[in-house]
Every structure is written in structure tokens, then in C-alpha cells.
């Protein structure tokens, strides 16, 4: 089915280790987002891709980096885990960055840092 | 920044029952909003964007209203059932900018 695909769906990290997030969508999309999830929190952004060959901070980036790989694929890195990085992260996709469209999302990631 | 907030955080109502979740965002000058819908552990699940041009969009038993002037949203659950039960997300995108702004969610619990 079409959509907007992550892994892995768990992971659990010790502090200081890194990781990569994967993110591809198969809908044509321009726009990419990564997002995190905390309780009481809301979603709040952390990194997008406008187009393919851009990306700009979101929100929340301190301790992550990010890569647009090509159109279909968007990366989060974490380069040293932190406990303050538990959470649930979604990536998501729209066919523009403004005005007319709404996202898909992907399944989520839930990762853990002890 | 946009601030949306969801009230209340949490309903529980008998099957059959019609409702309304609410929705408010700070800054009026958006362009458009969504609603999500989302089950324990899963990811979200688009069900209806509204246009800034637009008033309300339905789909099925759900209809969903938007009034800028007012900061506010609704979305109207029709005739509700147990599988409606989960949490309800809004976002607001605004018109600078290229992210949406979420609210924390009504977690909607249907007693059968």
C-alpha cells in the first residue's frame, strides 16, 4: 500500500550510542517532516524537508541531524543518545509545503535511551 | 508560534451519542487544519484538512467546521461507536512557515 514507511518500529539505545532513523514514502511527495511525540506534549517538529536538497530546523533540533537522501527518503540521525530523547518519532509527508496539503504519516518509532 | 489546544483531554460517551471535540489556535492567519485521528500505540490517521477558504469538510459520520475569526474548530461525531474510541488530534499550519502546530489531543472513549 502507498504510504509513508519507517524503521525500525522499537529501539532501545544506551547514552552516548547513535542511530538512524529511516523515512521513505512512495507518493511523490516534496515535503518531508520528522516529528517526536511526548506525553502531555503534542507533536512538535524537528526537522523538515521542504524539497528535495533542502532541510531546515524544526522546532526541537538540538541533538539530531537529518538528510534528504533523495525524494522518497528523509534520514534523523541521533549522533549520541541522551535519556531526554525517549519518545515516540514520526515522520510524515506532504505533496507541497503550503496551503493546500495535508500530511500522511508514517507508523512511528519508538525509541527508548537508558 | 501557533498554540492550539484541545479541551477536554479526555470524554467518555455512551454508544449512539452524537459529540463535539474542540479545537482553538492563537494565531488566525492560517491556511489550514487537520484532523487526526490516533490509536494506543499507532500512528496518525488523516481524516479530514480543512482549507482557510473553506468552512467545514465531512466524511461519512464525522464533520468538521472551522471558524478563524474565533480561533476555533470542531470536529462533530455523529451517532459515535465503540471503534470511534481513541485520541483526536488537531493541527493548525500557518500561512509563514511549513509546519503544522499541534494540539495535545481529547482522548474519546465510547462505552458500548
Known amino acids: 500500500n502507498a504510504g509513508v514507511t519507517q524503521t525500525p518500529k522499537f529501539q532501545v539505545l544506551k547514552t552516548g550510542q547513535s542511530m538512524t532513523l529511516q523515512c521513505a514514502q512512495d507518493?511523490?511527495?516534496?515535503?518531508m517532516y520528522w516529528y517526536r511525540q511526548d506525553p502531555g506534549m503534542g507533536l512538535r517538529l524537528i526537522y523538515y524537508s521542504a524539497s528535495e536538497g533542502t532541510t531546515d530546523k524544526g522546532e526541537v533540533p538540538n541533538g539530531y541531524n537529518v538528510s534528504r537522501l533523495n525524494k522518497r527518503e528523509f534520514s534523523l540521525r541521533l549522533e549520541s543518545a541522551a535519556p531526554s530523547q525517549t519518545s515516540v518519532y514520526f515522520c510524515?509527508?506532504?505533496?507541497?509545503?503550503?496551503?493546500?496539503?495535508?500530511?500522511?504519516f508514517g507508523s512511528g518509532t519508538r525509541l527508548t535511551v537508558v | 508560534k501557533q498554540e492550539v489546544t484541545q479541551i477536554p483531554a479526555a470524554l467518555s460517551v455512551p454508544e449512539g451519542e452524537n459529540l463535539v471535540l474542540n479545537c482553538s489556535f492563537t494565531?488566525?492567519?492560517?491556511?489550514?487544519l487537520q484532523w487526526f485521528r490516533q490509536d494506543p500505540g499507532k500512528g496518525l490517521t488523516s481524516l479530514l484538512l480543512i482549507q482557510s477558504s473553506q468552512r467545514e469538510q465531512t466524511s461519512g459520520r464525522l464533520n468538521a467546521s472551522l471558524d478563524k475569526s474565533s480561533g476555533r474548530s470542531t470536529l462533530y461525531i455523529a451517532a459515535s461507536q465503540p471503534g470511534d474510541s481513541a485520541t483526536y488530534l488537531c493541527?493548525?499550519?500557518?500561512?509563514?512557515?511549513?509546519?503544522?502546530?499541534f494540539g495535545t489531543g481529547t482522548s474519546l472513549t465510547v462505552i458500548p
Open positions: 494565531d488566525s492567519a492560517i491556511y489550514n
Open positions: 510524515a509527508s506532504s505533496e507541497g509545503a503550503r496551503y493546500l496539503y495535508g500530511y500522511t
Open positions: 507518493m511523490n511527495h516534496n515535503s
Open positions: 493541527a493548525a499550519g500557518r500561512l509563514t512557515g511549513n509546519q503544522f502546530y
